[in-house]
């Protein structure tokens, strides 16, 4: 068996991670080179007036929102690039994989707007280009595919953390725990759910004593005659001593 199989998994999905983020990156260069040469001081209405295609300026977070912090939203954007880098040394989930992408695609296509387009480095103001349902964002703010992508990348994180999918693959026992009986929790124990096992067997041991006249010897009583000695007479005579019945006679 090869040693590099085990770092399969690993390969695939940072492939398919980078593959996802350049794709999105790429999309939205294009999409937002095109938009300022052709939507420049108009408005194109498409799709019986749900989608306007508008160019707007957003030195704000995604969908406009906090808008004049350009700084410190790039700032923002550079971390969160960094450890998406860093955390795919660690990623063996396909589903992780393609929403990392997402957010990282996202992340580097606003990122370079605001590094290079007007009015400079660090301050550059981000394209946005979609709007629903109104020419100048008023039922929803304008976006961009970036935006979109960071968003549909988020939902997907918040879903897969709740399914209990890991980035490196595994999965979290808790939910299986309340799947079936005989599971066992992280910890190794047995969960709530773990059928109960057989009793314990009895302490082996004497029998206990019969609970008939005779008392044990613990209690201080004299022992009973052995079995097959005759029973003395009642009466004084029975209780007469030796020598005392021979001088009777």
Known sequence: MSSSQPDQPRRTCTRLLA?????????DLVTKTVAVQALHGRSVRTLGGLVYLTEARNSGAAFSFAEGATVLFT????????????????????????????????????????????????RGAVVDWISLLDPYGRVWPIFNLADSGIVCGGILA??????????????HRAREQRDGPGRLDGTG???????????????????????????????????????????????AGGDQEPGREESGR
């Open 19 to 27: 593959g996802t983020a350049l794709v999105l990156l790429f999309a």
């Open 75 to 122: 700032a923002v954007a550079a971390i969160v690039i960094t450890v998406i880098v860093r955390t795919a040394s660690r990623l063996r989930s396909a589903p992780w994989a393609v929403c990392l992408g997402l957010i990282l695609g996202g992340a580097a296509g606003n990122l370079l707007d605001r590094l290079f387009r007007s009015p400079g480095p660090l």
């Open 158 to 171: 918040v879903a897969l953390a709740l399914l209990g999918y890991e980035v490196d693959g595994s999965r």
């Open 189 to 235: 124990r047995p969960g709530r759910d773990t059928a109960p096992g057989p009793p314990p067997a009895p302490a082996s041991g004497p029998a206990p004593a019969p609970a008939s006249g005779s008392a044990s010897p613990a209690s201080g009583s004299a022992p009973g005659p052995p079995p097959g000695a005759a029973a003395s007479p009642s009466g």
